[in-house]
């Protein structure tokens, strides 16, 4: 792997790493399944499939994001507003 692409996937892991800690079904498992996935594609050494792989790790990080904000939505209208009839 090359030394930019070297720091670029571990800046994914680490950013999917932190972002784990609040997951749904907990920070173990979230992890475990990060590491695996991980390891899954530790043999890629295509430079653009390297790249393919990143951006997905990228698209998940905003789907995890998008995911938090909604749940933190669910809970502020949940405490402040009365439910729909």
Known sequence: MANPLKTEVIRLYKNLLYLGREYPQGAAYFKQRLKSAFMKNKDVTDPEKIKQLVARGDHVIKELE??????????????????EK
């Open 66 to 83: 998008a995911l938090y904000f909604l749940r933190k939505y669910r809970a502020m209208k949940k405490r402040y507003y009365e439910p």
